[in-house]
Nanobody, 124 residues
Framework: QVQLVESGGGLVQAGDSLRLSCAASGHTLRSYSMGWFRQIPGKEREFVAAISWSGGYIPYADSVKGRFTISRDSAKKTVYLQMNSLKPEDTAVYYC?????????????????WGQGTQVTVSS
């Protein structure tokens, strides 16, 4: 069992940067692949980025490629999402997920644990 807590969201202007953190408790992160998803009201949760437990496979959604970077610090049991050049369309609640799968998946149903989410709002 692992508990995830996201932080770092907020209100920023277009072009700004934010770094989201996902802190895990209850278990080491070394055996988990991790991912970030986002959701706006009335829409399905959307894949953003993921990182395999080994760090060797890191897929990104096309909409964030080149702007967002996912990373992990297993010693600190924390996963990060560095978001640069933010756009208004990046506005959403961002969720961190963990899965036992060795290869980081890109579908929400393939994740076993979720955090409560952190709001990111980008104004134009």
């Amino acid at each position: 069992q692992v508990q995830l807590v996201e932080s770092g969201g907020g209100l920023v202007q277009a072009g700004d940067s934010l770094r989201l953190s996902c802190a895990a408790s209850g278990h080491t992160l070394r055996s988990y692949s991790m991912g970030w998803f986002r959701q706006i009201p009335g829409k399905e949760r959307e894949f953003v980025a993921a990182i395999s437990w080994s760090g060797g496979y890191i897929p990104y959604a096309d909409s964030v490629k080149g702007r967002f970077t996912i990373s992990r610090d297993s010693a600190k049991k924390t996963v990060y999402l560095q978001m640069n050049s933010l756009k208004p369309e990046d506005t959403a609640v961002y969720y961190c997920g963990a899965t036992y799968r060795a290869v980081a998946p890109t579908k929400g149903y393939e994740f076993d644990y979720w955090g409560q989410g952190t709001q990111v709002t980008v104004s134009s």
